[in-house]
C-alpha cells in the first residue's frame, strides 16, 4: 500500500486519527532530506547547520505532510468536497490529495499574488479554481462564510488534523540527528501553522521520553508581512504597528496569521525568538541556497536570513546546532529567481549597502 512507503505514516502511533489505514491518502510524503549546508555554514560560523528540505515532497512543499493526515480524515468522514484559501502551495497540495482521494477541490488565490507553479499545480490536479480581487486575509474571510453554507470541508491549516501531519518532521529530524535534537530550528512565519505543529511534534516526543530536550523554535517573517514580529518585538519600549502585508516570499504575505496564539506559545516555551528579514536580505539568502545546489522558494530563505541576524545577535552560539526548514522547493517560483539573476528584482534602495554581496551572488548571469 502507498501509505507503507509514506515518512508520515511511520509515525501512526503519534497520529490517532484515521479508523482504518484503507482511508489513507497518501502521495509517498515526508522522509525528507537533511542537507548539510557547508558555504552557509561558513559564512555564518555555524559549523552544524543543517537543511530539513521540505520542498522535496510530492508537490514540492512542507504542506504535503499535512494534506495526508487531513485529507484521510476528510475521506473517512464521507466529504465529497474541500476547500482553501491559499498563497499557493497549501492549495497546490490539498488539491493533489484531494484527487488521489476522489474528492473535488475548491481553491480560492488572491489574483495575481501567487508563484505561476502553485497556480499551475492546481490546475493540473483539477481543483476548481477561483482567482479572487483580495489578498489571502480575503480570500481566507471569503471562505470561511462558503464553508458555513456549504458541505465542504475546510482543510486550512485551522484544521486540526493537517497539523498532525506537519508535525511529523520533527520525529524525522530527531530520527536524522541519531535522537540529539538540535539546538535550534527556524522556519519561515506566514499563517504561523508550520512553527505550531513542529513545536507540537518535538513537545510530544519529550514527553514520551524518545527525546530528552526540544529545540529552540524561532520564527523568521518577511519585514514585508510581520505581524508576528510587530506582536512579540518592542523597540524603543513601544510594540510596531503591522503595514499592510506585501513582499515578494509571495508564500508568506499574511496580514491576520490563523495559528497565531499556538506559534507565541511555541516560541515562549521552547525559547526561541521571533526575526524578519527584508526582500534584499531574503534573496540575497535564496540566492546563497541555491549556490550550495539545494534551492528553495523565497519564503523557506527566510530562515537563512534569520539565522544571520540571531548569530549576529548573540542568541545563536557558532557551536550549536540548526536546522533551518526550507518549506518549498526552487521551482515553485522560478520568475523571482530569473529576475532576482537579471538585477531585475530588487530596487536600488532596497539592495542599498549590500550591492557586493548581492553582485558576488550573481555572477552566473
Ligand atoms: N513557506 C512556504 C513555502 C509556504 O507556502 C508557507 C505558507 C509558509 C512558509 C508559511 O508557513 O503558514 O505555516 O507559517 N503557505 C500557506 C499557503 C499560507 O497557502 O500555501 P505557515
Known sequence: AMEDQSGVWRFREMLPIVKSDASIVSLREGNTPLYPLRRA?????????????????????????????????????????????????????????????????????????????????????????????????????????????????????????RLEGQKTPAMEIAEQMEWEVPDHVIVPGGNLANSSALGKGFL??????????????????????????????????????????????????IGNPASWKKAVRVIQETGGWVEQASEAEIALAKAEIGAEGIGCEPASAVTLAGLKKLVRQGRIAREESVVLVLTGHTLKDSEYTIQYHRGKLLGEDEAAGMEAEIEATRRNT
Open 204 to 253: 510530544e516526543m519529550k514527553r514520551l521520553g524518545l527525546t530528552t530536550r526540544v529545540p529552540k523554535i524561532s520564527v523568521v517573517q518577511a519585514e514585508g508581512a510581520n505581524p508576528l514580529y510587530c506582536s512579540m518585538v518592542k523597540t524603543g519600549g513601544k510594540t510596531l504597528e503591522p503595514v499592510a502585508a506585501n513582499t515578494r516570499a509571495s508564500a508568506i504575505r
Open 41 to 161: 555554514a561558513r559564512s555564518t560560523g555555524v559549523e552544524r547547520l543543517f537543511a530539513k528540505h521540505q520542498g522535496m515532497n510530492p508537490t514540492g512543499s512542507f504542506k504535503d505532510t499535512g494534506m495526508t493526515t487531513a485529507l484521510s480524515v476528510a475521506s473517512e468522514m464521507g466529504f465529497s468536497w474541500v476547500a482553501c484559501a491559499s498563497t499557493g502551495n497549501t492549495s497546490a497540495a490539498m488539491a493533489a490529495y484531494a484527487a488521489r482521494a476522489g474528492m473535488r477541490s475548491l481553491v480560492l488565490i488572491p489574483e495575481g499574488k501567487i508563484a505561476w507553479g502553485k497556480l499551475a499545480q492546481s490546475l493540473d490536479y483539477g481543483a476548481l479554481t477561483l482567482q479572487v480581487k483580495t489578498d489571502f486575509d480575503g480570500c481566507f474571510r471569503v471562505l470561511s462564510e462558503v464553508v458555513e453554507r456549504a458541505p465542504v470541508y475546510l482543510l486550512n491549516s485551522v484544521n486540526p488534523y
